[in-house]
Nanobody, 124 residues
Framework: QVRLVESGGGSVQTGGSLELSCVAS????????MGWFRQRPGKGREKVAH??????????YYTDSVMGRFTISQDNAKNTMSLQMNILKPEDTAVYYC???????????????WGQGTQVTVSS
């Protein structure tokens, strides 16, 4: 059973940085897609970034609102996916979720595996 556990959330001021981590157990990263989603107060869940891992090549994607500020990465040796978030804004305040696909070689619209979420709060 795949298990995803996020960490690294917290409270920062505008312009600050946080790094989220997602540790995946019982999960082989190759030919898989993993992503970060967030749910802002009063809003639906939205994709922030994803990373498609095909052999030694990774294909990152970012939603427009975080492009240039967030960086998604993956470390096979540590079974960890990370999201480095810089120049944080109040509108980045949300619960952030890690998600993983079962290995179809592309990034789907819906992911079967989810973490429990971690809160990120950015104050002005």
């Amino acid at each position: 059973q795949v298990r995803l556990v996020e960490s690294g959330g917290g409270s920062v001021q505008t312009g600050g940085s946080l790094e989220l981590s997602c540790v995946a157990s019982e999960y082989n990263y190759n030919n898989k897609c993993m992503g970060w989603f967030r749910q802002r107060p009063g809003k639906g869940r939205e994709k922030v970034a994803h990373i498609l891992i095909l052999g030694n090549t990774t294909y990152p994607y970012y939603t427009d609102s975080v492009m240039g500020r967030f960086t998604i990465s993956q470390d096979n040796a540590k079974n960890t996916m990370s999201l480095q978030m810089n120049i944080l804004k109040p509108e980045d305040t949300a619960v952030y979720y890690c998600a993983a696909d079962s290995g179809r070689g592309f990034c789907p619209k819906t992911f079967p595996y989810w973490g429990q979420g971690t809160q990120v709060t950015v104050s002005s």
